[in-house]
């Protein structure tokens, strides 16, 4: 988000609000990201694990909040909201695949049915121009910093070599996420329904790491070196 100055004039005296502070400017830009994603994910397993609900009525509880989110952007913004929608496909989707029941490797492997779900969604958001995970990765750029969240807005809008890296970062998680869903599944058909039980968290950390490492490597570095090169850059021009 953009932090601007409100500025008055009378005569020579020019007086300038307080700027925002760093925590302040970047809690608007995580709170769509914790909404949509931390809060319906993370009350699942919560009440799942934690309070031995069902699949089902986990599944039904915590699509409350992203169907609440969608409907509110479509009524009142005139816009889908993204994130919103997704999660609440993946926990509809879920819905509909607790009702098969009886096998347990079927049951394993429709666990994986998410992250395809979510890994799917990234990649069409990259297809259609409009990067979902940006919305997790630009806070941590920009730190709540006015003058890298004008740069950031003066990358996007004319720097191809930092769209592609925004584009980069969601279609290594999208990529990532499709492929855990593959190794599980297989895994799910192929190995002890014992093992697998505790390998899937294992393979569902693993891809996130691996998530974690090669978009930094492939995005967040480089984007981050020309954040802090346009900011110099706009500083000595200023000078």
Request: hydrophobic share 50%; proline share 5%; glycine share 10%.
């Amino acid at each position: 988000m953009s932090i601007t100055a409100i500025e008055t004039s009378t005569g020579a005296t020019t007086v300038e609000a307080p700027a925002a502070t760093s925590a302040d400017a970047a809690r608007p830009s995580f709170l769509p990201l914790i909404l949509d994603v931390a809060v319906p994910v993370g009350s699942y397993y919560l009440l799942k694990n934690g309070f031995g609900m069902s699949t089902m009525a986990a599944l039904g509880w915590s699509s409350v909040v992203p169907a609440v989110r969608t409907v509110w952007g479509v009524v009142k913004e005139r816009k889908a909201n993204a994130l919103a929608g997704l999660i609440l496909f993946v926990n509809v989707v879920g819905l509909a695949l607790s009702l098969v029941a009886g096998d347990p490797r079927l049951m394993l492997a429709k666990d994986s049915g998410v992250s395809s779900a979510i890994g799917i969604g990234i990649l069409v958001s990259v297809k259609l121009g409009r990067p979902m995970m940006t919305a997790g990765m630009k806070p941590f750029l920009i730190k709540g910093d006015a003058a890298k969240n004008a740069a950031w807005d003066r990358l996007v809008a004319g720097s191809p070599r930092f769209r592609k890296a925004e584009r980069t970062f969601s279609l290594v998680w999208g990529v990532v996420l499709l492929g855990e869903c593959v190794a599980r599944v297989v895994g799910a058909y192929t190995l002890p329904v014992d093992t697998m039980v505790w390998l899937g968290t294992v393979v569902m950390i693993g891809s996130i790491a691996v998530a974690i490492l090669v978009g930094g490597r492939l995005a967040v570095g480089p984007m981050e070196k020309m954040l802090e090169n346009e900011v110099a850059g706009t500083i000595q021009s200023k000078s």
